[in-house]
């Protein structure tokens, strides 16, 4: 059984930061691709970043450059460091587990699901 916690949301200002956490727990974490999705209040479940299981990352363009994915096969966790917050980066942010190596921006990818936590940007 695969299971995703994520840790590290909260109350922020406008142009401050917040680290978030993913711990995996199940499978051998380093051989899958990993993703992080978020979901505003009223809106659909959108792509934020993913990490494939070589490192390689990809982003959405409403986060690049400000917000940076790593993976820490050690650990079984995969990071989500988020800069320069706006407000309209408030929403549940949830950890995503690959199907398989890629970890791109569609849903149907990803087999597993954090509970996701709440990450609030203040104006």
């Known amino acids: 059984q695969v299971h995703l916690v994520e840790s590290g949301g909260g109350l922020v200002q406008a142009g401050g930061s917040l680290r978030l956490s993913c711990a995996a727990s199940?499978?051998?974490?380093?051989?899958?691709?990993m993703g992080w999705f978020r979901q505003a209040p009223g809106k659909e479940r959108e792509f934020v970043a993913g990490?494939?299981?070589?490192?390689?990352?990809y982003y959405a363009d409403s986060v690049k450059g400000r917000f940076t994915i790593s993976r820490d096969n050690a650990k079984n966790t995969v990071y989500l460091q988020m800069n320069s917050l706006k407000p309209e980066d408030t929403a549940v942010y949830y950890c995503?587990?690959?199907?398989?190596?890629?970890?791109?921006?569609?849903?149907?990818?990803?087999?597993?699901w954090g509970q996701g936590t709440q990450v609030t940007v203040s104006s």
């Open positions: 995503a587990g690959g199907r398989g190596t890629i970890a791109n921006r569609f849903e149907e990818n990803y087999n597993y």
């Open positions: 199940g499978r051998t974490f380093s051989r899958y691709g």
């Open positions: 990490i494939n299981s070589g490192g390689s990352t």
